[in-house]
């Protein structure tokens, strides 16, 4: 293969994995036009057309798709042999992609970031912030952070964090307007903050359980966002009742501006975990990051 032919096979991933020849053109460093140009020849030297374009979007075709579904596990091989030869360096290097929620990241792997690097200063970590469920494999993430229950079963995990608890939580000025629920059945006829899932823009079901009862709770209110941090200042100012992780509003209740209703409807549930796919090859520094990560979880 030619060192063309690959440059470009690897610009026609890039466009499927970013869905805009802007945004490809911008990773490979390249202008729009001449990506475009690069896809242009690729097609006419394969006599198929790859990619489906409208002003608005770009798809692959049928044929796009089955091609870049060998493309793909090629690429992850060269990958990994590349970077096995690099491991043979003394210090693991080069780039780790992650693809995690934004509560995981500002929690959880924000603090791991200057440790880290302070220890492997030749990784560059390459964090994608995105609520929505992201084929970490299709896209070319090394790993990505979710809840337990939302990582696929063919996926190696390792915890990053304890076990969660989601609480009903409201300001003291709207509980002395409209009083406190007494059942999660209540929340019904109460003010409540909803949150719209990024993946299919459903409004999240509020899950609760008690003594093996488990409920399910759609609540309206004033309310709707699909931004989680911006739920906190809401339910601070009495918009209404927010149901939210304990690790965003523990010291808030301590402090006593915020309420903490149901608590016997609250149990705790499996936190965040590392995830990537099985390979036969692990680049060094999701390696190196692995490693650090099952050292953090040991001393804490």
């Not at 460093?29 to 409208?54: D, H, K, V």
């Not at 608005?56 to 990958?79: I, K, M, N, T, Y």
């Not at 929620?101 to 200057?114: D, E």
């Not at 759609?218 to 709707?224: R, Y």
Request: charge should be negative; hydrophobic fraction near 45%; include cysteine.
């Amino acid at each position: 293969m030619r060192g063309s032919d690959y440059a470009e096979l690897r610009a026609f991933a890039a466009v499927v994995e970013h869905g805009s020849f802007a945004r490809a053109a911008a990773h490979l460093s390249m202008s729009p036009s001449a990506l475009s140009q690069t896809i242009r020849r690729l097609e006419e030297r394969l006599g198929i057309r790859l990619l489906n374009r409208t002003t608005r979007s770009v798809v692959p075709s049928e044929a796009g798709e089955r091609f870049l579904d060998r493309l793909l596990p090629a690429f992850a091989d060269l990958d990994a042999a590349v970077a096995e030869l690099r491991s043979l360096r003394d210090v693991p290097s080069g780039l780790l992609r992650i693809n995690t929620t934004r509560i995981a990241a500002m929690h959880y792997l924000a603090p791991m970031i200057g440790p880290f690097l302070g220890s492997y200063p030749e990784i560059t970590l390459d964090i994608v912030i995105d609520d929505k469920l992201v084929d970490i494999v299709a896209s070319r993430f090394d790993a990505g952070i979710r809840l337990g229950e939302k990582v696929e079963k063919d996926m190696i995990a390792v915890r990053i964090s304890g076990e969660l608890r989601q609480v009903a939580v409201a300001a003291p000025s709207y509980l002395d307007r409209f009083g406190a629920p007494a059942t999660p059945h209540d929340l019904r006829h109460h003010r409540c903050i909803n949150f719209r899932w990024p993946t299919d823009f459903s409004l999240y079901r509020w899950e609760f359980e008690r003594d093996g009862e488990e409920l399910e709770v759609a609540v309206e209110g004033p309310l709707i966002v699909n931004e989680p941090e911006m739920v906190t200042s809401a339910v601070l100012d009495g918009v209404g009742i927010a149901y939210l992780f304990t690790h965003q509003v523990e010291f808030l209740i301590a402090a006593g501006k915020l309420v903490h209703l149901l608590k016997e409807w609250s149990p705790a549930f499996p936190g965040f975990y590392l995830y990537y796919p099985s390979r036969r090859q692990m680049a060094p520094p999701l390696r190196a990051f692995l490693d650090f990560v099952r050292k953090a979880a040991a001393a804490s």
